[in-house]
């Protein structure tokens, strides 16, 4: 779903600027644990918008 895409790769941008913003505080490994957990924690709470949106087709049309 192109919503869910937008939001997670938002996030991440926005994730790597504050990294970089705040001179790096934490290595390139522990961002990328970091980037993972939340989006795998993002992800997992989305499929609940995707539930909801294929169960109401007027619902759907706004989301896309």
């Known amino acids: ?10 996030a991440i941008l926005a994730l790597i600027g504050w990294w970089l913003e705040n001179d790096q ?3 390139i ?3 990328a644990k970091v980037a993972d957990d939340l989006s ?7 499929e ?5 949106a294929s169960a109401n ?7 896309h």
Request: charged share 25%; net charge positive.
């Open 25 to 27: 505080p934490y290595t």
């Open 1 to 10: 779903m192109e919503i869910i895409d937008r939001y997670v790769s938002g």
């Open 40 to 46: 795998l924690s993002v992800l997992t709470r989305l």
């Open 57 to 63: 087709p007027a619902r759907q049309q706004k989301i």
């Open 29 to 31: 490994e522990q961002m």
């Open 48 to 52: 609940r918008v995707t539930e909801i």
